[in-house]
């Protein structure tokens, strides 16, 4: 199936101007409170580096944080006339959907996982606001991303590359356990949740989004705030398009 290039930059519910605007602050948004946990949050749970790097909601926002500020800059350049996705090196293009398949899923099992294993209980206002950002908010800009944009769904084989990301968590998981003594049943039961939740979401996301589209389609809205002149250098990114 063709996907028209733009549906990655555009909405059917607002201009890609705010929609751009929107995807840029809260990528800024996401950064900051990073950073804030890094400086207070994380220093004040007395942990170091190698812990900081072992938990999987931090790797995610690292992803949450690159796609929305370069979604935010390719929206907002849509909308004065400009699309650089739409020209970059298909390697590149495929790296952009695959990182969308990874912030529609992943925020949404680590916040449910969250609060189900975990206990929230900050030690500070700041503590509280970057546990919630990063385990809720996050979460919240998933599903607008799903259901108030014309963002795809991506190629199925994502599903199994996702995989692999986690896969490479799993090392990482081990290692932190050699050197900070996790519980080997709880580690082998956090992670099968993960690979499982990962299958679940990600299929759940698919129909979704591909229900989404067709319903926008059908309703005429797919196309409604797309500039119909001034992008003839490309004029569609298909599946195809974005194979590696």
């Not at 500020?69 to 996705?85: C, E, K, M, Q």
């Not at 809720?136 to 084989?157: K, Q, Y």
Request: charged content about 10%.
């Amino acid at each position: 199936m063709d996907v028209p290039y733009d549906s990655y930059v555009t909405s059917p519910f607002i201009p890609p101007t705010i929609l751009g605007g929107i995807r840029f602050l809260y990528g800024l948004y996401a950064l900051i409170t990073l950073v804030l946990f890094m400086i207070s949050g994380w220093k004040g749970a007395n942990e170091d580096a190698s812990s900081f790097f072992a938990i999987f909601a931090i790797l995610s926002y690292f992803g949450v944080i690159a796609y929305f500020l370069t979604a935010g800059v390719h929206t907002i350049l849509y909308s004065r006339g400009r699309f650089p996705l739409a020209e970059w090196a298909r390697p590149l293009q495929f790296m952009h959907v695959w990182l969308l398949s990874t912030i529609v899923s992943f925020p949404l099992i680590i916040t449910a996982m969250y609060y189900q294993v975990f206990e929230f209980d900050p030690v500070s206002t700041i503590d509280s606001l970057c546990y919630i950002s990063m385990h809720g908010i996050n979460a919240a800009f998933s599903l607008f991303e799903v259901f108030f944009t014309n963002a795809p769904p991506g190629p199925w084989r994502l599903l199994g590359l996702n995989m692999l990301l986690i896969l490479g968590y799993v090392g990482i998981a081990y290692i932190t356990r050699d050197t900070k003594g996790f519980n080997d049943t709880f580690l082998a039961a956090y992670l099968a949740i993960l690979f499982a939740s990962e299958v679940i979401a990600f299929a759940v996301l698919q129909c979704i989004m591909i229900a989404r589209r067709s319903a926008m389609d059908k309703l005429g809205w797919t196309k409604r705030f797309v500039y119909k002149n001034g992008f003839q250098k490309v004029n569609t990114m298909t599946n195809e398009c974005i194979e590696v």
